[in-house]
């Protein structure tokens, strides 16, 4: 698996979804226009019955730069929701024909796709409003209607919607968005596996964020939350242990409309900062001596020897993660960090490192790869028929995420479990989400298993395995919609 996956997911995807379009030979999805809305409901309703789908992913392709950095690309999302369902089957055993990848065709604002006359989308900017917010709500409770029991995964959509999408939908149906949630899952389970190794408490720590946009936000949002839930604080408080910074510096309440609404959660009073410095990193690292340090900006090498020399100042064991993509925007080399620190910081990185060699010893890179947990949420909650996915689903699965830690046995090891085991890691994480829901009230499958040995064993049963069945000759009106090739057919391009 390991091998595959760059050619799988990134960067080989990345180059598929930017060429998508040069590339195309038949439609991988369900294309829904946004100046043909009234047709949602029929193009989606060509994918079977309310029975058989599972999974949906859903892009509006805005924000592609979150992981393979090549930023709007606009229809051609549909290969990002492609690629997520393929790691879904891949990596949690998700049946691939109970799947269904989907893309928002809203427009574009990528110029070189605008003047190409072989681009497939809408050849206009990107619609935004009560229009798009229309849409988007045309889709999901078309989804919703059609097919009951499917899972709703967002991808990549834009800084402005995200969250925003993801809040208004989260209280209604079971949906989660990989960029928000699935970033700071994995994020998280670092830092609890680094709390094993240096013996802190969540409870207690110190995170700054450098980099306050979807993901840094997402990543402070699932730190909060289970700070809050480990202990008896309110999410507010808990909040008050991350330190976010950005552009202008420290994010302050006095940055007012300049902060988008996940950014404000996190804004600082001016008056504890008064009299001193908080415009760059290092005056932050001094004034804060944080136990975690967290790059989500995609600013390479901000992460200076200064920087890293002064966290090590004040803390035995800093937690230290450059996680921006692609490589070259990493905000620092892990060899660098072993170096400045004496080999005393637990480091996880946005892209895979070799292990790094200093004085005779070797030190294990853990990467941050989303992979190792959206896949086991959404197979938890699959096959629990959850109504929600709550944020204790999300904390459970992050500590079951966290037990597969290699650093549990061997601090020189990596924080996180690799991805060669991601099967056997969503099979825990689902046991677990499963766990969580029924103990909430939230699942509404009949007769899953009480003990936890039976449930990881009814997990397995239900997972999906590429074996080849034998052929059965069938006659024509007891055959499967798979069979007769009635399934797939959708999707519109209005004035195309």
Not at 193 to 219: D, E, K, Q, Y
């Amino acid at each position: 698996m390991k091998e595959m996956f760059s050619i799988i997911y990134t960067p080989t995807e990345g180059d598929a979804i930017q060429n998508f379009s040069r590339l195309f030979r038949k439609p991988e999805g369900c294309f829904l226009n946004i100046n043909d809305s009234d047709r949602v409901e029929e193009n989606l309703s060509q994918w079977g019955d309310p029975e058989d789908i599972d999974y949906i992913v859903v892009s509006d392709g805005e924000e592609v730069s979150k992981i393979l950095g090549i930023g709007d690309q606009g229809v051609g999302g549909i290969l990002i929701s492609v690629a997520k369902l393929v790691l879904t089957t891949l990596c949690a055993g998700i049946h691939p024909s109970r799947t269904l990848p989907v893309v928002l065709d809203c427009g574009t604002n990528n110029e070189e796709l605008l003047n190409d006359e072989l681009y497939l989308g809408l050849h206009e900017p990107r619609v935004r409003g009560k229009k798009y917010d229309s849409f988007v709500d045309t889709f999901v409770q078309c989804a919703h209607r059609l097919y009951p029991r499917a899972y709703i995964h967002f991808e990549d959509f834009g800084l402005p919607n995200a969250r925003r999408l993801l809040d208004k939908y989260r209280p209604g149906i079971a949906c989660f968005n990989d960029d928000v949630q699935g970033t700071g899952c994995v994020t998280l389970a670092a830092i609890m596996a680094g709390l094993h190794v240096t013996h802190l408490s969540l409870t207690n720590i110190r995170v700054i964020i450098f980099g306050s946009g979807t993901a840094g936000t997402g990543i402070a949002d699932q730190v909060r939350d289970a700070i809050a839930t480990e202990s008896s604080k309110s999410k507010e408080d808990a909040g008050k242990q991350i330190w976010c910074v950005d552009k202008p510096g420290l994010l302050l309440k006095s940055h007012g409309d300049s902060l988008t609404p996940a950014q404000k959660l996190y804004a600082r009073d001016d008056d504890e900062w008064k009299g001193k410095e908080h415009d760059n990193l290092l005056t932050v690292v001094k004034e804060v001596k944080p136990h975690v340090l967290i790059g989500t900006s995609t600013v390479p090498k901000t992460f200076t020897e200064g920087i890293v020399r002064e966290m090590a100042k004040h803390v035995d064991r800093p937690m230290i993660f450059p996680l921006s993509n692609p490589t070259r925007l990493h905000e620092a080399e892990p060899k660098d960090i072993i170096e400045w620190t004496e080999g005393k910081a637990l480091i996880t990185t946005g892209s895979p490192f070799p292990p790094v060699e200093y004085n005779g010893k070797s030190y294990e890179i853990a990467e941050c790869n989303n992979s190792t947990c959206f896949p086991g949420i959404g197979l938890g909650t699959v096959l629990s028929r959850s109504r929600l996915l709550s944020d204790k689903m999300l904390v459970t699965a992050v500590k079951a995420l966290a037990a597969q830690s290699p650093a549990l046995k061997d601090p020189a090891k990596g924080l996180l479990p690799d991805v060669v085991d991601a099967q056997e890691i969503s099979v825990h994480i689902a046991t677990a989400v499963i766990m969580q829901a029924v103990e909430e009230g939230l699942a509404t499958e009949k007769e899953i298993p009480s003990d936890e040995e039976e449930l990881e064993e009814w997990v397995r049963e239900q997972m999906w395995e590429p074996r080849y069945r034998p052929l059965v000759r069938v006659e024509m009106e007891g055959a499967s919609k798979h069979a007769k090739g009635q399934m797939g057919v959708a999707g519109t391009r209005a004035g195309r």
